[in-house]
């Protein structure tokens, strides 16, 4: 069978997760064709891989970015840099299908106006995962982050403005996107080890995006 067919993850509704954090089902579910092509071809200019964090980890999500700024990590600190540090060359430009349902999205979920300069594609594997944090590395604080998921089912951890605050759990699907800004962009999130079955096209993985304006 072809569980896509059977599955239906609230398709067409919002979810929210606090006042200005929501959850759009399936909103990116009529774009994944195009996505993934622009991923495949973003991959062979800007490989994704596993960083260092300042702590001197192996992250064991994978990343690579497009845009105009691209959020990296080693040794000296988590930054955005204009230039990826494997190759030296400017990140790929943004492809128009990306910037475009970035803007749609933010503006369904009340953020008219959202230009991003910056996404940061995550890449998990069956046992990834990604510990709570906040997104604060950007210059303000004002733009919303849009995320788009594809492939497996995650299991995103939502916490409040401390790290001791209780999380929440969302699963996250194939062609959900999530928007946050406002008093809620600062909150503690995460995503829990990667498991559950393969998913039908993309097999053992998660691939997430995240858009931000870093300058
Ligand atoms: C944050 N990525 O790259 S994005 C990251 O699925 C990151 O790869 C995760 O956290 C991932 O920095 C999660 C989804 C998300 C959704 C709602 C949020 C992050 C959020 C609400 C508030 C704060
Ligand atoms: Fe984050």
């Not at 993934?36 to 891989?49: K, S, T, V």
């Not at 590395?137 to 409040?160: H, I, K």
């Amino acid at each position: 069978m072809i569980p896509d067919l059977f599955t239906n993850h609230g398709i067409g509704q919002r979810e929210s997760m606090a006042e200005q954090a929501v959850i759009l089902r399936g909103f990116a579910l009529d774009q994944t064709d195009d996505l993934l092509r622009q991923i495949f071809a973003l991959q062979a200019q800007a490989p994704f891989r596993h960083m260092l964090t300042p702590g001197g980890f192996r992250m064991s999500v994978a990343l690579t970015n497009c845009g105009a700024l691209g959020w990296t990590t080693d040794r000296r600190g988590y930054r955005y840099s204009p230039t990826d540090p494997n190759s030296g060359a400017p990140w790929p430009d943004m492809p128009e299908c990306f910037r475009q349902l970035a803007c749609q999205a933010a503006e369904a979920a009340g953020f008219a106006g959202f230009e991003a300069d910056a996404c940061l594609l995550n890449r998990y594997q069956p046992g990834t995962r990604l510990s709570l944090h906040q997104d604060r590395n950007e210059r303000g604080f004002d733009a919303p982050v849009v995320s788009v998921s594809l492939g497996m089912s995650a299991t995103f951890l939502f916490g409040g403005l401390r790290r001791s605050d209780p999380a929440r759990r969302f699963l996250l699907h194939h062609g959900d996107v999530a928007v946050w800004g406002g008093q809620d962009r600062l909150r503690y999130h995460g995503v829990a080890p990667l498991k559950g079955p393969p998913h039908p096209t993309l097999g053992e993985q998660r691939l997430n995006f995240t858009f931000r304006r870093a300058d």
